[in-house]
């Protein structure tokens, strides 16, 4: 039964994760994995903390909230049923742990997963303060899809409905784009992304959103894979 301890920066990538899907299943190391209900998105995420085996959570955003009232709480996984959570003095809270038959998921890492996808059509680059203003626009006027277009010179984003009455917010992308593309996301996909500069790739059926960063002495990789809508079209 090791003990282990979740960083802040790891504790916010899960809480993130639970947008995507709140129950994960957890693999013994540092990657961790989240796959949406409908299976359009995909996220990984490299850490710094150690996972010592394997547990499912069933409510991520209740596992938080019991770890938040602990202060530099250590876990350990007791009989592969209840992970237990201790805190100063002789506090503790047994959390049940799940089971994993309902909880999608892929036992591929980041570069296994990769292989899935060929033929590269674009790349580009998403700053994080361009994304944190689609996320705003959208959560305050209500718009329910984002679209990144490409005719092999500008990159425009829309965020809208989709209908030609729509209210829109509008932004020109810094970076280009050789090949041309008209990508739909929903909300949920893009509002399910931390704020952070990502290299775009984008392939015929998925876009991948990558990023790696070191700050306060703490390394992370994030990758979002996300299908984009029906409507979409890359030609490349």
């Known amino acids: 039964m090791a003990d282990f301890k979740l960083s802040k920066p790891t504790r916010h990538i899960i809480e993130n994760f639970a947008k995507i899907y709140n129950s994960i299943i957890f693999r013994s190391g540092q990657l961790v994995t989240v796959v949406g209900k409908e299976q359009d998105v995909v996220a990984y995420a490299e850490i710094e903390d150690q996972f010592p085996e394997r547990f499912a959570i069933n409510d991520i955003s209740k596992f938080l909230s019991i770890l938040s009232l602990y202060d ?6 007791k009989d592969g049923k209840v992970l237990v959570i ?3 003095g002789n506090r503790k809270f047994n959390f049940t742990l799940s089971g994993e038959k309902h909880i999608p998921t892929t036992e591929k890492n980041i570069d296994q997963f990769l292989e899935h996808f060929k033929d590269l059509t674009a790349s580009f680059k998403l700053e994080a303060s361009d994304l944190l203003a689609i996320k705003k626009n959208m959560s305050v006027a209500g718009l329910p899809y984002v679209t990144f277009a490409s005719n092999k010179s500008a990159i425009v984003v829309k ?3 989709l209908t030609d009455t729509s209210d829109v917010f509008e932004m020109t992308l ?5 090949a041309n593309f008209n990508m739909i996301f929903s909300e949920h996909k893009i509002n ?7 290299d775009v790739s984008v392939f015929p059926n ?4 990558n990023t790696s960063w ?6 992370a990789r994030l990758e979002y894979f996300n299908a984009p809508d029906r409507g979409s079209k890359v030609n490349g």
């Not at 070191?214 to 390394?219: A, I, M, P, S, T």
């Open 174 to 178: 810094k970076t280009q784009s050789d």
């Open 86 to 88: 201790k805190g100063a």
């Open 206 to 209: 998925m876009v991948r959103f």
């Open 72 to 77: 530099d709480p250590t876990l350990s996984i």
């Open 159 to 161: 965020a809208s409905d």
């Open 192 to 198: 399910a992304m931390l704020e952070h500069d990502y």
């Open 214 to 219: 070191l700050g306060d002495k703490v390394k």
